[in-house]
Every structure is written in structure tokens, then in C-alpha cells.
């Protein structure tokens, strides 16, 4: 699937997987390429919509050549640059942070597990594998 400019999909190829990729996000300044669960995906809808995440869903993703988005923000931080992070896992769900109590909610140190989206209804745990 790709994202379109106005923030929505559009099926490229359909298949048969457990994941769906989506090559990149042409609102965000970086190359993302991004995997995601058929939760996941759920999720990514409900992201760009700025709707409700599902409820009672666990998701799994994997971002393998990293990325430097913020699907948030116009620009960065005040003084600091976009966040890049090198290849992850993204591990995701209503209240599953709570469960990772004591990672970081900041991507200061992106070569760490952090949460990402920290208080925030997308929340999800970061987990580099570089």
C-alpha cells in the first residue's frame, strides 16, 4: 500500500502475507518504509485519520531501514532535528506501555528501546535491532 498526500491508502498489489509494507509516507521529511501486522495497520488508519486506535489489539511492525518521522509534527523540536532512528521492531496496543514501565519516552537515544508517542493514544515501544 502507499499513503497518499491527503493521508490516505491505496493498494498497490494485493497479497497473501501476515504484514502489509508500505514504501514510504510522502508527508513526513524522510525515506520510512514500514511493515505492519493486520493490527498494525489498523493502528497506521487510525494514526493518519487521528481517529481512536482499535481496542483489545496487539500490534507488530518493523521499520528495517529505520526512519526520521513524526507524522505529528510540521518541523522539529525547537533546537533539535528530526528524530532518526536505524532498524526497529514496533510493538504496540491499548495500554501496552504500561507493560514497559521505565523505558524512555524520548527519543534522545534512539539506539535504545523507548516509547514512542508516549502518553498518546498511538503509543507503541520502540526496540532498535541494530
Keep these: 500500500m502507499i499513503i497518499e498526500a491527503d493521508g490516505k491508502l491505496r493498494t498497490l498489489r494485493p497479497g497473501q502475507g501476515a504484514f502489509t509494507c508500505l514504501p514510504d509516507d510522502p ?13 498494525g495497520l489498523d493502528w497506521l488508519k487510525s494514526l493518519l485519520a487521528r481517529g481512536k486506535p ?8 518493523y521499520m528495517l531501514k529505520g526512519g526520521s518521522d ?3 509534527a510540521t518541523e522539529p523540536p525547537e533546537g533539535k532535528k528530526w528524530v532518526q532512528t536505524g532498524p526497529h521492531l514496533m510493538i ?7 507493560m514497559f514501565e521505565g ?20 503509543e507503541y515501544l520502540m ?3 541494530e
Design 127 to 129: 526496540v532498535p535491532v
Design 92 to 98: 504496540g496496543g491499548p495500554g501496552i506501555t504500561k
Design 103 to 122: 523505558y524512555s519516552k524520548s527519543a534522545d537515544e534512539a539506539h535504545k528501546p523507548y516509547v514512542m508517542f508516549g502518553g498518546t493514544p498511538y
Design 70 to 72: 513524526d507524522p505529528f
Design 54 to 61: 482499535p481496542e483489545g489489539k496487539i500490534w507488530l511492525g
Design 27 to 39: 508527508n513526513t521529511p524522510g525515506h520510512d518504509p514500514i511493515c505492519l501486522d493486520r493490527n
